[in-house]
């Protein structure tokens, strides 16, 4: 297959596009391991399924598969799955879904999909890492029907996979874990069959013997096994037969006693519950402890766990385990609030494990990551010699910590992974608080973020009798593939490094809040940049015929996540720098559409400003997204049209107060100013204020080019440096092919460029040796009255001229400045340490919740009408044997649940914004119905009336906020 790397022209990057088909190498012993024959069904979707598509024809694969489910082809227009348009139609098999609702859903879907391999000749299948990943039931049946899959084999899926499992074997393997209770089940089994005679006789009543179900019987009659492991093999037994031991009640039961326990225990600690199956965020809640100095911890712990129950629905509902015969398990762990979540990529062949680094996944909201950074011992080591050779021991000390907690993590991971036989690639995570670490959970399964790890280090691996004699792989399917294909041929690979760090930010479908934003059409999306690995599903691949982007639905039946942007560098400041730039370029166009673009954009500079080096915990995005719902309502609180009105007016009075300054600058010249350059200031200063996250961006690029003295800014930068580089921070800088609306004009261009020479001309003509005067010495030396050196003193009139001229209106600048400040934009940084010093003002919930209104306001609606928060998959009742939360006739408060609403694959309680009654159901059916954002969902009686404030209220307290920042950033005495 010569040529395949034209196969994907918008991205020809050669750290992921390369031939690896080693069937045409010149060793023979690399020869031996080609895997050209393998015929691989790829049965999951989403950015991984056109990533395996790409590896699988570079490695010389002729005959592999997708599968493709009516919502990606029928239900969704536009939203047909974009890599269509790269594979043969006879190779795309159509099913009703990827995962299946039930449990006979899936257990049909499995079936279906072993028939679509013999019937398509298929040797393999690979799931990527959605839910079929880590499925131990579908990947024994895959096994049972003859079919290899590319990813861990069963028995690791249980070792591994399900979380009360894997917890057990980190404590065997002496991996530290976070106290809680992972036997909820168990416990409920032996207290209804509390020894082995009980159990004996509850398996034969439901005819749960013999070897077919796990060896059960010969477990239940030995009386020297252990009574917890005779209750475990009764519920494996159960669930192989698909009976149930217990109902969702009594399991609900028991996890409200244990949480209990654990809050009575532990006060002033949150509990999170985790369903055993969960993984990407899913299938977790969080419940939130009693007071420290509660007067009875024991009854207060009670009344909180009584919210368990409910939580404990939410949590099998959202990992579809509430069905018969279900493993529904439910961990409950302490939460360690102050967290980091670290994990480590792991790779083996069930004879050795192999380490390739970590990456900080701390940067996450809704449990779902958004930006995920490699950690590398190398990384770590150059970083330290860096900070000290910078003077910064602290820092230098903090990332020494850093180098022997990731030591330690590899080394318990790599121990984890040989005991449960890991054959495939795995991912063990961690909660780090401190220099301790906890493990978390083990993802059975390639991970999103494995790119991170991958473009850091390849595996090499040598011939045994000739070290010579070697090859290197540099993908983690690739890798997988080879495993699944030769297994324990392979011999244990040396890590080789490749880049020196690794970064990816996830670019979802959110709202400026980071709100799952369901629906929205792609029309048009810039090309990658050099350094950008674009893993976008295939979005970007443009019509073969014309070369026109293809428009693209991004639909709601899916997690939010639309692409993976992915850059690397040398070092971690130099991958951080690329990813700006890739975020910076980057233009991303639709109908109804809403991504998290800018949100990276902010928090990126945010990071570069401070420390790439930091540790931010999982908590930090919140109070970091609450910050710039701050600096919105600041902004809110201004008119810029009234403050540039009145700039020129004040600019006019001083003049003409100043004797001789008419007669330099002649009569309204600085009105004709202040319209020539009306455009060049206010458009960018507008667009910052329209978009919060682009003012975080411009308040941490400006940090150190200004300082605040009695509430006045002090630029230690030429204004008009910042102006130009305000557009290049907004992508604004010319650009002959791009539209109008999108760059600078022409005639701000041309006085921009003219303002840039004659302060470089002038800073040349100070006659300083060596270097180049800095502002506030340049600014000095054109405030002086009488002409200096080198100008006569009508010309140095008419350079004082251009100087006012020049500065005149940039104060836009300041007033961005001051609101920074005015809302404590900068008390959010980083400590020596690298720890971040987050204020408490930002952790209050309510101010929370207002913020998030602030960043993506509500759809609007009557007082006497509750409409839907945002478009999904409406439903009544938390659970389907639950009654629904309201009906007609029914009284709630302020805050109690009305409905459930699905969106991105995330379920949402929606709680309500005022107490009253229901006088309407306005929607029909409670389970599975579609909505749109805004659609009225009841008709309400509010107990109290809603009173909206006085419009002329808002602008008498805007005006008067907007004469503040005049009066503070109009200096009288002039630039």
Known sequence: MDGFEGKRGYDRNPRVVRDRRLGRSSSAWARSFAADDVRPLIVCRGPIRKEAMDVFAQMGMEHYGILLSEKDSIVYTHALAPELRCIHPAHVHRVKDYTGATKDERIKLMQEIVAIARTGGYTHVFAGYGFMAEDEEFVRTLEEAGLVFIGPRSSVQRAAGLKDEAKRTALATAVSVTPGIDDATRRIVLRKWPDHAALRAAAAERGLRGAAVGGVAGELRSAGVPLAEAADALLAAAYAQRVDLYTTDELCEELERGAAELLARHPGRRIRLKAIGGGGGKGQRLLAGIAPDAADPEAAARARAAEVPALAREVLAEVKAAGVGDNKNILLE?????????????????????????????????????????????????????????????RAASLERELASIARMEAEAERFGQAVGLNSASTFECIVEGDHHYFMEVNTRIQVEHRVSELCYALRFENPDDPADAFEVTSLIECMVLLARHGERLPR??????????????????????????????????????????????????????????????????????????????????????????????????????????????????????????????????????QVGLLAVELGGLDFDAMWSELGARHERRLAARAGAADATGGGALRKVFALKDTLVRRPVERICAEPHLLSAWLSRNMGSFEIRSGRVRWRKNPVEVLADTYWLLNMTPEPRAPAAHVIWDH??????????????????????????????????????????????????????AHLGFQAGLELLD???????AARFFELHVRDDGTVAIPERLFDRDLSARMRKVLAPPPAMRANEIVAVTGGMFYAQEAPDRPPFVKKGSHFAAGDPLYVIEVMKMFNKVLAPCSGTIEEVLIDGGEGTIVQKGQPLFRVKPDEVLVEEDSAERARRRREQTLRYIDAIFDAEGP
């Not at 040796?769 to 002409?787: I, K, V, Y």
Request: hydrophobic letters at 40%; charged letters at 25%.
């Open 815 to 821: 007033a961005l400045v001051l609101a920074g400040d």
């Open 334 to 394: 302490l939460n360690v609030e102050e967290t980091r979540h670290n994990e480590i990529q792991l790779i083996g062949n069930g004879a050795w494990c192999v380490a390739l680094g970590g990456r900080d996944c701390s940067l996450q909201m809704h449990e779902q990551k958004l930006l995920e950074v490699a950690i590398t011992q190398e990384g770590l080591l150059e970083a330290i010699e860096r900070a000290r050779a910078a003077g910064e021991e602290p």
């Open 748 to 801: 701000d261009q041309e006085v921009l460029s003219r303002a840039l020479g004659f302060y470089r001309r002038a800073g040349e003509r100070m006659g300083r040796a060596g270097s180049a005067p800095s502002w506030p010495e340049l600014r000095a030396h054109l405030s002086q009255d009488t002409a200096p050196p080198g100008y006569d003193d009508e010309l140095w009139q008419r350079v004082r001229g």
């Open 493 to 626: 690979p040396s890590r080789v490094r490749r880049e020196g760090s690794a970064v990816e930010a996830r670019l979802n479908a959110t709202n400026n809040a980071l709100e799952p934003h369901a629906a929205g059409v792609i029309v048009s999306w810039s090309d990658p940049h050099p350094h950008e690995i674009r893993d976008d599903q295939g979005i970007c691949v443009k019509n073969p015929d014309t070369g026109v982007f293809m428009h693209y639905r991004v639909a709601g039946a899916y997690d939010s996540n639309i692409a993976l942007l992915v850059t690397y560098g040398g070092s971690r400041e130099e991958t951080y720098l690329r990813l700006c730039e890739i975020l910076r370029t980057t233009t991303l166009r639709g109908n109804d559409l809403h991504t998290n673009l800018v949100f990276h954009y902010g928090l990126v500079h945010w990071f570069l400003a401070r420390s790439v080096w930091a540790k931010p915990t999982t908590r930090f995005v919140v109070p970091y997204l609450t």
